[in-house]
């Protein structure tokens, strides 16, 4: 990609330039994104049914156990997103080498957001292994995005 001052600014995506929005690595991660918001719909549509079937009445978040796991799991799940999806997207867009690096670790903290879902309903005690591997690729995604915008811009100010 020309940064129209005779710089190139490569980006090292899957064909070493920057990613454009039909890229095979920007649609994976476009995949991952709805993947994740399509679990978060579930958690709040559980959320809803939990609340009907126990009789709690909104402004009301607390009231009977199993609706008070499903909605921490879903305040929860919202709370990670905020960092999960731009980190995701600012390191699918950066890259700093293998592009598809960024959504297969998003996809993995999908997974755990599964695991944290199951244990936490199950007893909170059990939520802590997909509360860890979901912080691990958070903070995973954030140093591939934060390098890759290194990256671009030490390339971008390269003499």
Known sequence: MSTGDNHDFDTGGSRGHAMTNGSPDALLAAGVTVLIVFFYFYAGFRVGNLRAKHSIRAPAVSGHPQFDRAYRVQLNTLEQMGIILPSLWVATFCP????????????????????????????????????????????????????????????????
């Open 96 to 159: 700093i080498g293998w592009a598809w690096l960024a959504p297969l670790v998003a996809f993995i903290w999908l997974v755990s957001r599964i695991i944290y879902m199951a244990g936490y309903m199950a007893d909170p005690e059990k939520r802590l292994a997909g509360a860890m591997l979901g912080g691990i690729c958070n903070l995973a995604l954030l140093i591939l995005a934060a390098a890759g915008v290194a990256r671009g811009w030490l390339a971008l100010h390269a003499a």
